[in-house]
């Protein structure tokens, strides 16, 4: 009788310890989901730190607020600079991937940071009273956020933001003759190859003279200009621009990721001339209505999936070759 009360106390005993280790469980799993959940900015930040981040951006909006207006405005102006307003979404996309690092950094001031707003600001004065350019001014407001960033982070912060930062940069419209300088060049080589290919059509004779392609058709003359708006720095700069982000976003070697955004020029390139010459092959034999206008803006966006594809190949081709080697457990 003994030795079964005293079991039965046992057993008792057993299920109850039983029943409140599971909610022990329960609480130490959901400790677990609370670690595992995603960082948050609020966490990383914290208010004083979003006081310090309104006052900081209203005074280098105040100090830079011409320079971000005529930006703005050639985005909204110039077909050529439109994808600037998606640049800022982009960096602040890619700093919230990177937060879980952020969170990791004890900020500190580096007073380095503060010479280089020094810098920004004297050199913001040069280009605006004695130079009187513009792209200078948008440089030193790159600047001055790099410094802004570096005194009240510290380095190990700008080692986890410069590329958000300098990504900025393809937002910033380039100088009306550095511009021209690198179209003409784009033009004239995307003649010659329109020219090219126009020439292998039976009874079809084309020449390229600059930018200009002349030719003859079953008797018919016909002239082409390659306008700056086919030199294709729209594509180029946009394409390259997301070939920057996609590689940044990428889980791969550092060597793969330089391969792949300096593929991204000679693929802008090379659809370029694909359009250009498609464009010769609808002015000359369908007609020019289908060469200008709509149908010409049409056939330049349909160049970014074959951009894609062919950025997307490169990419695969990179993977076949990266082979992760096994990790060997020692014994």
Not at 98 to 106: D, G, S, V
Not at 171 to 191: D, E, N, V
Not at 252 to 269: E, Y
Request: with cysteine.
């Amino acid at each position: 009788m003994v030795t079964s009360v005293t079991q039965g106390k046992a057993e008792n005993g057993g299920g109850g310890n039983a029943d409140r280790s599971t909610p022990r469980s329960t609480g130490a799993s959901r400790r677990v989901r609370r670690q595992s959940s995603p960082i948050t900015w609020n966490q990383i930040i914290g208010p004083e730190g979003w006081i310090k981040i309104v006052i900081l951006s209203a005074l280098i909006i105040f100090i830079y607020h011409i320079q971000i207006d005529g930006m703005v405005r050639t985005w909204i102006s110039d077909g050529n600079w439109q994808h600037g307003f998606l640049i800022p979404l982009f960096s602040l996309y890619f700093l919230h991937q990177r937060r879980e690092k952020l969170a990791q950094i004890k900020p500190n001031t580096n007073w380095l940071g503060l010479a280089l707003i020094v810098l920004s600001t004297l050199g913001l004065l040069y280009s605006l009273y004695l130079l009187r350019m513009g792209y200078p001014q948008l440089l030193m407001f790159l600047g001055t956020i790099f410094g802004v960033v570096l005194l009240c982070c510290g380095w190990r912060t700008i080692r986890v933001t410069w590329l958000p930062i300098l990504f900025l940069f393809f937002a910033l419209p380039l100088p009306r003759r550095l511009y021209a300088s690198i179209t003409i060049p784009m033009r004239i080589w995307a003649s010659k190859v329109a020219a090219a290919a126009l020439s292998t059509v039976p009874n079809l004779t084309a020449d390229a003279q600059g930018a200009v392609i002349i030719g003859m058709y079953k008797g018919q003359a016909f002239t082409l200009d390659v306008a700056e708006q086919c030199a294709g720095m729209r594509l180029m700069m946009a394409f390259l621009a997301l070939g920057v982000a996609m590689a940044y976003l990428s889980d791969r070697p550092h060597w793969h990721r330089v391969i792949l955004v300096l593929s991204t020029l000679p693929i802008a390139l090379f659809c370029n001339f694909l359009r250009v010459a498609i464009t010769g092959f609808i002015y000359v034999m369908v007609s020019p209505t289908f060469a200008t206008g709509g149908f010409h803006t049409t056939l330049g966006l349909l160049m970014l999936p074959v951009a894609f594809f062919l950025y997307w190949v490169i990419a695969e081709m990179l993977g076949k070759i990266w082979i992760d080697e096994p990790v060997m457990e020692q014994a």
